[in-house]
């Protein structure tokens, strides 16, 4: 059979973390639905997550596995994912044991030679693997346009270095929107030049975009429409957005909190989620679950705690569940995210901001609270409160790595009752509902990320057979 006539082989290579792991997943069904033929490539403690998540898919989307190389860096067995990490001094060995995974994927890619590699952004050097045998490589981020065009601007400018301390306002320099931030903000590994291996990776990253096929995005362009422009046309990056990815899992899942969400009334609840990797201190938890009951909202809130046997967890006021009963609810561990989303009883989201969260928000209408804690967080609180203004702020001032700067209840209540209460509440929840429609038009027969899409699938057949053309 020629080339020609066969379908598309799409590789795909997500960092291992459920953040990443999930939109990928999102995305192989994406191109499956296409007609392309996807292999996702993870390891074998990652692999279960994706078998139960493809299940509807399992003739179409394929998994090949990599083995996890802990003895090579003295990184315990047993934790192939960043959510798992045992302790946060492991966390740069996990990075470390992440980047002898090259060998392994040019084997995969030797034997296999797909049309195409999409690899996370943690694995910048997939893209040299994939340069050796004639494979286009395309770098996924796991984060907004926006996001991609404020940190390039900081990197390329460093106006931070030129602030008389760290709470002075500085307009990001060269993006669209006159957007101010403070030197506390910005990311560790950026205004300290910080040589780890992190630090590292994200130098080669930008380094990828450059001398990758493109770059695809998990967003839509009607929601950063001015930095969409800016990426491609101003810092001249080959890019093409495909999201929001979370509208093509339509999975329902069964929660009792669901039940309960089923007796509250439109918009009288606050959903409350710091996702999967931020780990607040009980003093801060306090704080939040003080905070929650002074504003008066009813609530669930997603804890990444376990409850002790036959007593009150230190963090929590002595009684508090028993007093919030009925008015709120506290759930340690997993959470159905999306569905408490799109329930019509959800009426605002207090969120750490990371992109996942952030799209989902939008992608059913609810505004937010931001409380960004670090990564890109703090530029898609810009985002949320800026540019879109259907946010408030819980009022962050610091980058603070995975633990948080701390926010005492006041601040709580205050933020939490302006995004529920009153006609600036009530604006912000009509510009969310106007986005959420704006992101299903997107992925409808027609629309910005539905077009994107087939831009790229030509492209990819072209490049195999300059005379193919694919028929949508």
Request: one cysteine or more.
């Amino acid at each position: 059979m020629g080339s020609e006539n066969r379908p598309l082989r799409m590789f795909f290579f997500p960092f291992l973390a459920h953040g990443h792991i999930i939109p990928t997943i999102d995305m192989a069904k994406l191109f499956a639905d296409r007609g392309v033929k996807a292999t996702i490539i993870t390891t074998p403690l990652n692999t279960p997550i994706i078998l139960k998540s493809i299940q509807s898919f399992n003739t179409l989307i394929q998994i090949q596995t990599i083995d996890f190389p802990c003895a090579q860096v003295g990184y315990p067995q047993g934790y192939e994912n960043m959510n798992s990490i045992p302790s946060p001094d492991l966390i740069h060995k996990f990075f470390e044991a992440t980047t002898l995974l090259q060998d392994p994927l040019e084997q995969i890619l030797q034997q296999s030679l797909p049309d195409c590699l999409i690899a996370d952004m943690f694995f910048p050097w997939a893209t040299d693997s994939a340069a050796k045998f004639g494979i286009p490589a395309i770098v996924f981020h796991g984060t907004g346009l926006f996001a991609l065009c404020a940190y390039e601007c900081l990197r390329l400018h460093r106006r931070y270095d030129h602030v008389s301390s760290d709470s002075e306002p500085f307009v990001i320099p060269n993006l669209p929107g006159e957007i101010t931030m403070t030197r506390s903000q910005v990311p560790d590994f950026l205004k300290y030049n910080e040589d780890t291996i992190v630090s590292r990776l994200m130098i080669a990253s930008k380094e990828a975009e450059l001398t990758s096929y493109g770059v695809i995005v998990n967003s839509f362009y009607e929601l950063e429409k001015d930095y969409a422009d800016h990426y491609r046309n101003f810092l001249g990056r080959k890019s093409w957005h495909i999201g929001p990815l979370s509208l093509y899992n339509t999975k329902t899942e069964e929660h009792e909190c669901l039940k309960w969400l089923d007796t509250k009334k439109p918009n009288s609840v606050v959903y409350v989620c710091f996702g999967s990797v931020t780990s607040f201190p009980d003093s801060q938890l306090r704080q939040i679950a003080m905070g929650l009951e002074a504003s008066g909202q009813q609530f669930i809130w997603v804890v990444r705690k376990s409850k002790k046997d036959k007593q009150e967890e230190e963090w929590l006021p002595e009684g508090y569940e028993r007093k919030m009963e009925g008015k709120g609810i506290i759930i340690r561990g997993w959470a159905p995210q999306v569905n408490i989303l799109e329930h019509r009883a959800v009426g605002a989201f207090v969120t750490h901001c990371g992109w996942n969260s952030t799209l989902e928000s939008i992608c059913e209408g609810v505004p937010m609270v931001t409380w960004p804690v670090y990564a890109e967080q703090f530029y898609n609180e810009k985002l949320v409160t800026e540019v879109l203004k259907i946010g408030v702020p819980v009022g962050v001032k610091k980058w603070m790595r995975m633990t948080g700067d701390g926010i005492k209840r006041e601040a709580i209540e205050k933020a939490v009752n302006r995004v529920v209460e009153g006609e600036e509440a009530e604006e912000m929840r009509n510009k969310a509902k106007v986005l959420a429609l704006q992101a299903r038009n997107a992925v409808e027969n027609g629309g910005s990320s539905h077009s994107d899409l087939n831009s790229l699938i030509q492209d990819l057949c072209r490049r195999r057979s300059p005379l193919e053309e694919v028929k949508f």
